[in-house]
């Protein structure tokens, strides 16, 4: 293990707590570790050193782009706009099916010698340079680089730039009482609706505190909140799992929340599984849409009809997409241009 001063980029932590024989609690994400002297959480990426805890990637940006908000995706916010995409090293999920299992899984070495140091108010002068509407903290899960975010996010505000999340949501209520001043939309990862989905994919077995977060997101914060299914083939593509997603997003966050199915490719230590068949993404679909969400979407299924936004009161087309790339818009002032129906979402 080397010496404090040996890594490049380190800050003390936020939300941790002091226990006994120089160990901490973590209280950045649900896992909540107590890590021993000279140990890592499970994300890896936060380390105790004499019961002081560091977050180890402050500033260490993994990749970005600037890309549209359609890829987070986000298909009611801001429709078209270009987004400065910011990633770091680590997760507290290790999905065996992850599509960035480069960064996500990685050991996060100390000399990191694969990320380039982006500060806040570099992140916040980048996004500005490149004409983005906002800053997206995605590609790896935002809170195991909470501090960075949070510094990050304040100063977007400061600038009038928009912020958002892609997460899966594991966040506590503490942290994101913190943030959530900060943020202007939230993209959240439902992964299955049972503790046999949630343990085989993402290590944890209660799941219930994604929902309240994600809840409190969308009704006490005022976020504009979009969720994404990856359906997997025999891991949360039973009929039941999905209806039952779709109920909640209907009950709980209300039925004008966008849901997203996205189609499962081969990744990982789920290589040997096929990517999820087109019948039963379709099939997915009607289910949300039959349980009374108005907007429900297919994706990594380039050029399905499913990929576009119809109106929810006259069904005509409104934004054609191909892809990432918008074709066709037909909202004006965030309304129908054919029978004037307010849509749900944030528009110019
Ligand atoms: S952020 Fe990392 S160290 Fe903190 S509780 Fe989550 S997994 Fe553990």
Known sequence: ???????????????????????????????????????????????????????LIYSEV??????????????????GSEWLSLGTLGCNFRCPG???????????????????????????ALAKSQNCQGIS??????????????????????NNLLTNYVTNGYITPEALEMIAPYLDAFRVDIKGFSKNSYQKMCHI???KGILEITKRDKKKFRMWVEIVTNVTPGYNDDETQLKNIAT???????????WHITRFIPHLDLSHIPATPISTLE????????????????????????ESTYCHRCKRLLIQRKGLYITDNKIEQGECTFCGAKIPGRFE
């Open 1 to 55: 293990m080397k010496k404090l001063k040996e890594i490049t980029s380190f800050k003390e932590a936020l939300l941790y707590q002091k226990l006994q024989d120089k160990k901490v609690r973590c209280n950045i994400c649900q896992r909540r570790c107590i890590i021993e002297n000279n140990q890592r959480g499970y994300c890896l990426t936060r380390l105790n050193q004499e019961g002081k805890l560091y977050t």
């Open 205 to 207: 077995t209660d799941f």
């Open 98 to 124: 992850c599509q960035n299992w480069e960064i996500a899984h990685d050991e996060v070495e100390l000399s990191h010698k694969k990320t380039e140091t982006i500060t806040p108010e570099q992140s916040v």
């Open 62 to 79: 993994s990749s970005w782009a600037v890309s549209p908000i359609e890829k987070k995706p986000l298909y009611h916010f801001y429709p």
């Open 248 to 258: 909640w997003i209907k009950k709980d966050l209300g039925e004008d929340t966008p």
């Open 283 to 306: 099939k997915a679909r009607e289910i949300g849409l039959k349980q009374g969400l108005l907007y429900v979407y297919l994706g990594n299924v380039f050029g399905h009809p499913s």
């Open 137 to 158: 903290w995605t590609y790896n899960e935002p809170t195991v680089w909470f501090e960075y975010t949070l510094d990050g996010a304040k100063l977007a505000k400061e």
